[in-house]
Structures are given as structure tokens and as C-alpha cells.
């Protein structure tokens, strides 16, 4: 956790108490920037503070975390945090663009550490629940995944899908930062997306990882 640098945070919960329990358990490498109660709320932070990454209940008053991740999913780092351990919530929450979904039960010194993967762009999953979520999308893979992509440009995508960054994409494929850059814009062109968070989900949708 050393090189943990401040992550700028909103927390949404209906539950003062709990809000007040995650912001003691996110310590100094996070700093909560705001706080909301409900959907319409949590929404109005985020457009207020700009946060690296947003902390969602699911079910919470005024759409929930879905709201948050269908409104705010393209602009913010959405991850749910719920007791919800139900196949259809979190893919519903997925497909809502929450790039993450964690139990309530996750301990403090995992949850800072997949608090910190989500800010970096890492898709990031309860151990419990990650085996389902690949499951899931590996039953809905169809038969031509690639849209037209090149084979250089499925294993980019592979390795985005992973969390890498365009840097380590490079040295472990033996080419340049510049290079991988120009493959994502070409993956993102073809399959007509604008962001590399659209991206990782295309890849987990589709299976390929």
C-alpha cells in the first residue's frame, strides 16, 4: 500500500453510519471528497467533485447504484459496494457500467487495494463473486467476437482487458507505448466506441481476457 497515491472518492450509502465506516476503513491513500445519501445525490457529486472513482450502495433511494452506473458510468469509476450476493444484480450492475462490485464483507485491506486497481481502470470483483461474472460473459460470447480486429489487435485488447497499461502492454509485446496507443484507437474506431472503459467491458462481455 506504500505507493498508493490519494484517490479522490465519493461515497453514496443511505446508511450514515455505514458512510462513516468505509471513509475510516479507506484511510489517508483515499480522500473522500463527498458523500450522498441517494442516487439523485450521489449524481450531483459527482458533477460537483470530478471524483477519481465513486463508492455505491446498490440499493439505495432514487435508482440506486444502477442509476448511478446508467447516468454517471462514462464519466466517473463506478464501483458497488452491497450485501447483494444475487447473479442478476451484479450483472445488472455491469451492464450498468459499474466497473466493479464488492461485498459489504470485504475486508478493509482488500477493498483499499481493489479501491486502488478500480481507479487505475482494473475491473474488480469479490473472489466469490469473479468466477460468476466469467461465467456469465463466457456464455454470452458470440461466435464472431472480433469485429474485423487483427490479431495484434485481439491481444491488445486482451491485455487492456487485464488492467495493463499501454506501457506494460508494450514491453510484454515487444513493442512501443506510441504502437499500442494507435492499435486502441484503431480496436476503438472499429468496434465504435469512445473509451477504454467501453473497451474492458466489450472485452468482458465478449470473453476474451
Not at 31 to 43: C, F, N, Q, R, S
Not at 146 to 174: C, N
Request: aromatic residues 4%; proline residues 4%; charged residues 30%.
Amino acid at each position: 500500500m506504500a505507493d498508493l497515491g490519494p484517490v479522490r472518492v465519493v461515497i453514496a450509502d443511505d446508511h450514515t453510519i455505514w458512510r462513516s465506516g468505509v471513509r475510516a476503513d479507506l484511510g489517508e491513500n483515499f480522500t473522500v471528497v463527498g458523500e450522498a445519501a441517494d442516487a439523485g445525490e450521489a449524481i450531483a457529486a459527482i458533477d460537483r467533485h470530478e471524483p477519481d472513482l465513486v463508492l455505491c450502495d446498490l440499493h439505495m433511494p432514487d435508482g440506486g447504484g444502477l442509476r448511478v452506473a446508467r447516468e454517471r458510468g462514462e464519466q466517473a469509476i463506478i464501483v458497488i459496494l452491497t450485501v447483494s450476493e444475487a447473479e442478476r444484480d451484479l450483472l445488472d450492475a455491469v451492464a450498468a457500467g459499474a466497473q466493479g462490485y464488492l461485498l459489504k464483507s470485504t475486508e478493509p485491506d482488500d477493498l483499499r487495494n481493489a479501491l486502488w486497481k478500480a481507479a487505475q481502470g482494473e475491473p474488480v470483483f469479490s473472489p466469490s463473486l469473479a468466477a460468476l461474472v466469467l461465467t456469465e460473459f463466457r456464455r454470452m460470447k458470440i461466435d464472431s467476437p472480433d469485429e474485423g480486429l487483427s490479431p495484434r489487435e485481439r491481444e491488445v485488447l486482451q491485455h487492456v482487458a487485464r488492467g495493463h497499461t499501454y506501457k506494460a502492454i508494450g514491453e510484454e509485446l515487444f513493442i512501443s507505448q506510441k504502437t499500442v496507443e494507435n492499435h486502441v484507437r484503431n480496436i476503438l474506431k472499429k468496434l465504435h466506441l469512445n473509451r477504454k472503459q467501453e473497451l474492458i467491458r466489450y472485452a468482458l462481455e465478449k470473453g476474451i481476457e
